[in-house]
């Protein structure tokens, strides 16, 4: 069955052979992943905000465009690569290119303009270390992460998190045109928060990973070991996430919501863990801590981020303080 869509899906021809006609302005919308968009931009904010150099409204909303448009672009070239797999899978045979109201290369070339485009923007909006970082970014996602990490290794998830990484740096760098220890410790905090919000995924998607021939750490080492690995990174996101505080550049509002807010993920994780199994390690509750863990790492993300901007905003509530 795979290979049969492989050769539907890159050659252009029989059941997938695309339907331009059919195509709508939504469908060239979700060939960008927009969820993944709206994250991108959001912590791409909040780097630019926590910034010790504040940078014109006009020129700021212009490198956050950019960084969006970078972000989709690179959605879009991860979606022409792996239309062959997700033809395949339940949860993305619906997308644009599998279900062939795109063309494969309409939407390699819509991806490669867009990517062109938003490195050159950025640079001419903030700064060309900005466009750098942000180019890199993009070939890391489409290259490294969709072209060679994705389908040779369990760990695709974990180096490939590198690439979502980046967005605060990003914005930071806009705003400063250098590199410091806050943006670093920005993208370690989002690097870590990767696998275990993956991997809750990857465990009650487990099937449709293993009937596309991805490697996602359920199909190789099996839910046991998953289960386990979502509970070591949710421990490392937790611990990073209160190094903001520690370096001095967060203050007290954002130390409490990151306290709150890593418990509860301790708590999902948890929950993950000692999720009743059968012999094979296989969830006798529909994977339902999983599904709950893999919601709430959205939310904790957010909300995170969110702490640290209002904290900078409010100067980390210091009227509180002694």
Request: charged share 10%; aromatic share 10%.
């Amino acid at each position: 069955m795979r290979e049969e869509a492989m050769a539907t899906g890159r050659g252009g021809a029989g059941a997938l052979a695309p339907d331009l006609a059919g195509s709508e302005p939504r469908d060239w919308l979700l060939l960008l992943k927009p969820r993944v968009v709206l994250l991108v931009v959001y912590t791409g904010v909040v780097g630019l905000v926590i910034a010790p150099e504040p940078m014109h409204p006009v020129l700021g909303a212009i490198a956050l465009l950019a960084i969006a448009l970078g972000a989709g672009a690179s959605g879009a070239l991860n979606m022409w690569y792996d239309r062959d797999i997700d033809a395949v899978m339940r949860r993305t045979a619906a997308r644009p290119l599998p279900a062939g109201r795109i063309a494969p290369e309409d939407a390699a070339a819509f991806g490669l303009a867009l990517a062109l485009f938003s490195v050159v923007l950025i640079g001419l909006a903030a700064n060309w270390l900005a466009a750098v970082i942000l180019a890199f970014s993009i070939v890391f996602y489409v290259v490294i992460y969709t072209m060679g990490l994705k389908r040779r290794t369990a760990q695709n998830i974990v180096i490939g998190g590198a690439a979502g990484a980046f967005p605060p740096v990003i914005g930071w760098v806009a705003a400063t045109g250098s590199i410091d220890l806050a943006p670093l410790v920005l993208f370690l905090i989002v690097f870590l928060w990767t696998p275990p919000h993956f991997w809750s995924l990857a465990l009650f998607a487990h099937a449709d990973y293993a009937r596309a021939g991805v490697p996602m750490l359920p199909v190789v080492a099996g839910p046991r070991a998953t289960r386990r690995q979502i509970a070591l990174y949710t421990v490392l996101v937790v611990c990073s996430s209160l190094a903001p505080v520690g370096l001095g550049f967060a203050g007290l509002l954002y130390g409490v919501a990151a306290v709150v807010l890593g418990a509860l993920f301790l708590r999902h994780a948890w929950a993950v863990l000692h999720d009743a199994q059968d012999e094979a390690g296989r969830s006798l509750s529909g994977d339902r801590p999983a599904r709950a863990c893999f919601r709430f790492s959205i939310t904790y993300l957010f909300a995170l981020f969110g702490a640290l901007a209002l904290d900078h905003a409010l100067g980390g509530m210091a009227w509180l303080m002694p």
